[in-house]
């Protein structure tokens, strides 16, 4: 039986925003769980977003009830080559939740990384949060190192600082530097406000250059720093709260307790690539 959002819309906050500060989603996404009758609330199917629940109605996805909500929480992931960014893969190729410290939380990423690509990831437990950086109001600088097949002059990289239309698709000026040549390639920094998909890779192969490796070296104010492939590291809710501008209930500025950073050795990392 499926439960039809009453007409007079009750106090209370949207079922999607309430999933997404429980950390199941984003609040897209729960949307979409919502439609595939994925979601009951006092055991009635909903189908649609359109409902506000309070603190006393019982939410369960999958049949199973959600989490208390927790307070917004970060981690910085040094993601490696060879792991997907999303909850599941229909290739059946391995995702980087699967590589994740098992005592972790639910999370969800900021934004992603393609197969090939490595550096930084940001994970939160919090939907909100999610949405808020992905949003390219947010304006935050990406930077990157990139190295690309070739010896590119200064002047073949101009068209990339002025913005590039890549089949039918336009790329707003990027920020890029030319580091040093190494052999047949050429080590660059690359610095972006906007995560288009494969945006970098396009804009290079539109300039006649290939790219054998990327890097992401940092999200806004947070850095890869010396994060190994694989390891994970939580921000200090004082740096949460003062980059984000949250107001949080633990208002002393640390974390639950800064956790060590911690690796799975289950399973075998993927090889990186030689410099």
Same mark, same amino acid.
């Given at each position: ?128 949060? =999610? ?64 995560? =288009? ?40 809710? =004082? ?28 399973? =075998? ?7």
């Amino acid at each position: 039986m499926t439960q039809k959002p009453s007409s007079d819309t009750p106090s209370g906050d949207r079922i999607a925003k309430v999933l997404a500060r429980a950390g199941v989603a984003s609040r897209r996404e729960a949307e979409r769980m919502i439609e595939a009758g994925r979601v009951s609330v006092n055991g009635k199917q909903i189908m649609s977003p359109a409902l506000n629940v309070s603190d006393n109605d019982k939410i369960t996805v999958d049949g199973k009830p959600i989490s208390e909500p927790e307070p917004p929480r970060m981690w910085l992931y040094h993601k490696p080559i060879g792991l997907v960014a999303t909850d599941r893969d229909e290739k059946g190729r391995e995702t980087i939740y699967e590589k994740l410290p098992e005592d972790m939380p639910r999370v969800m990423s900021v934004g992603r990384l393609d197969i090939n690509s490595e550096g930084l990831l940001l994970l939160t437990n919090d939907g909100g949060i =999610k949405r808020r950086l992905e949003l390219p109001s947010t304006g935050w600088l990406r930077r990157y190192r990139v190295r690309v097949n070739g010896r590119p002059s200064d002047d073949a990289l101009e068209p990339l600082r002025k913005g590039i239309t890549v089949e039918g698709e336009h790329f707003q000026p990027m920020i890029v530097t030319l580091d040093r040549q190494q052999g047949a390639n050429a080590w660059l920094t690359v610095g972006l406000r906007e995560g =288009k998909n494969r945006e970098i890779r396009r804009a290079m192969e539109a300039v006649n250059l290939s790219v054998n490796r990327l890097i992401r070296i940092s999200y806004g104010p947070f850095q890869l720093g010396d994060l190994k492939p694989g390891e994970v590291e939580e921000l200090r809710r =004082k740096v949460v709260r003062d980059q984000l501008g949250l107001e949080l209930e633990d208002d002393t500025g640390t974390a639950v307790k800064k956790p060590k950073t911690v690796q799975r050795t289950s399973r =075998k990392r993927p090889a990186k690539p030689n410099r």
